[in-house]
């Protein structure tokens, strides 16, 4: 297989050397690039190292090789976007794909007719009108913040909170209570005093009751919520009909609610909430750049692909700008040769393990 | 020299439009069957040739070139349509359960990238469509895909190789 290889390759140079570009050298490359992707996409664990060494070596050879790559791995980027079977994105793509296909099929048939013509809509959806279709928990949902946003508001009762990276909460304050619901994401609670009313928190795992506080909850991705405490304390009742009692939660504390119930009690690192949430900063001590990529990807306007498996071996101990999360990946890039961070579209972003240069 | 060109080329577009504007808004109009739209979409057509790289490079009917402009970009904007829709009902539907789920932001430039994906799709035969989405999207391997469809790993892997060298040809506009 490896002499194959080579023998491609270096025909592939005496081509170029003949000093002219033909169109049947352009689809030869064409299809080493594809090929190479699909080599690396069979190959198991081992042969993946001297697979990439070898198909950076190739890269190397000719900068139309190195177009040609780009274009590979960056569509089949693209695509992975989707492939999480347990996200919206994977369904919405399948249906709009199959859509889309079915309908060139048609037009294929038709060869566009006069009558084909006159079906097509004209108008494209601007931004505002988009969030008219919009998936209705969000679109009802009375606050809002997207990526790179650290959004603070003052609610009716005095209450303060903001809302970090992509989140999406309801309010609901009346004379006997005060309601948030916690629908996604990340806020930050500075709690009016009232006795009148209580203040509650729901989230999808429990109710957190605030008793006169400051406190963080985090809706994350693993099904679960996390309260973190940062003054006074809360009462934490868990969802779940199976759990055991509900928790006061105090400053300094941190807690995690899911199906299952409470999680034991942790500590705190206060300070880095300081950071977090006044200087808009990231501070992490030895966790994995997976882990960091996932926390950068609630801020980062687009799409950052990444192998968790690949770059799981990588400890990173930083200050990173979550307010400037395109920063934040350049100074992971710069301080860590081994990786590479590419910038495909405005929208896509990979990260990958880099390959030694020759 | 390249300045020479430049004027060349837009004294061309200058050229293109008068001549031709109004009798490409009453073609479109027949399509069509509104004379809103038509003129809507011959703005469109223009700006189109005019942002295009390679905008009347050896172009002797400017006419036909003006109607093939013109199809491409019915055809780009139907596709958005279909996928925009298909796309935000599926979202609507998951958005029932409480999960986290895109930005509007990141929907936009998700149905953009659906665009670009389905145009590299659209350049292949149907079969080695359905092979590589269920690779690429839906995540089986090459034998699984194979054993679904009763064909050759051999086969799935051409087909797979299709579509990636499809999607380096460079798209015009």
Known sequence: ?358 | MSTEQTFFRHDNIDTLYSQHNRWLIGWLAKKVGCPHNAADLAQDTFVRIIKSRNALLGVREPRAYLITTAKRLMIDKARRRTLETAYLNELMVAAETLESYPSPEQTLQAIEALQHISQVLERVPAKAQQVFLLVYLEGKTQTATAEQLGITTRTVRSHLLKVLVSCQQHIDF
């Not at chain 1, 090789?65 to 693209?78: K, L, N, T, W």
């Not at chain 1, 301080?335 to 590419?342: A, D, E, G, H």
């Open chain 1, 1 to 358: 297989m490896e002499n194959e290889q080579t023998s491609v390759s270096s025909k592939a140079s005496s081509e170029q050397t003949a000093g002219e570009i033909t169109k049947t050298s352009t689809k030869k490359i064409a299809e080493q690039a594809a090929e190479w992707i699909l080599l690396l996409g069979e190959a198991d664990s081992e042969q993946q190292q001297q697979l990439r060494i070898d198909f950076e070596q190739w890269q190397q050879q000719d900068p139309l090789h190195a177009q040609a790559a780009q274009r590979v791995e960056g569509f089949v980027a693209q695509l992975s976007f989707f492939k999480d079977t347990d996200k919206p994105q994977h369904a919405g793509a399948s249906k709009a794909l199959k859509a889309s296909l079915q309908q060139s099929q048609h037009r294929r048939r038709k060869k566009i007719s006069h009558t084909v013509l006159g079906l097509f809509l004209i108008f494209t959806l601007p931004a505002a009108i988009l969030l008219q279709n919009y998936p209705l928990a969000y679109l009802a949902a009375d606050m809002q913040a997207s990526s790179g946003q650290w959004h603070s508001h003052t609610l009716s009762d005095g209450s303060h909170i903001t809302l970090a990276g992509k989140t999406a909460l309801n309010i609901n304050i009346n004379s006997q209570q005060r309601t948030l619901t916690l629908l996604s994401g990340e806020v930050y609670v500075d709690v009016a005093p009232d006795t009148t009313r209580p203040f509650v928190v729901e989230t999808e795992y429990g109710s957190i009751q605030a008793l006169g506080t400051r406190f963080i909850v985090n809706h994350l991705n693993n099904n679960k919520t996390r309260l973190s405490m940062i003054e006074s304390k809360v009462l934490v009742t868990p969802a779940s009909p199976t759990a055991t009692t509900a928790a006061i939660i105090k400053a300094g504390e941190q807690i995690k609610l899911s199906a299952n119930g409470l999680s034991p009690i942790s500590v705190l690192d206060t300070a880095m909430q300081e950071n977090r949430w006044q200087q808009h900063q990231l501070l992490v001590q030895g966790w994995t750049l997976a882990e960091v990529l996932s926390e950068l990807s609630r801020f980062h306007r687009g799409y950052i692909h990444f192998n968790a498996e690949d770059l799981q071996t990588i400890q990173v101990s930083a200050v990173l700008p979550l307010n400037k999360p395109e920063q934040a990946l350049a100074l992971l890039a710069e301080s860590f040769p081994t990786i590479q961070v590419q910038q495909f579209t405005p929208w896509l972003v990979i990260v990958k393990k880099a390959v030694k240069k020759l």
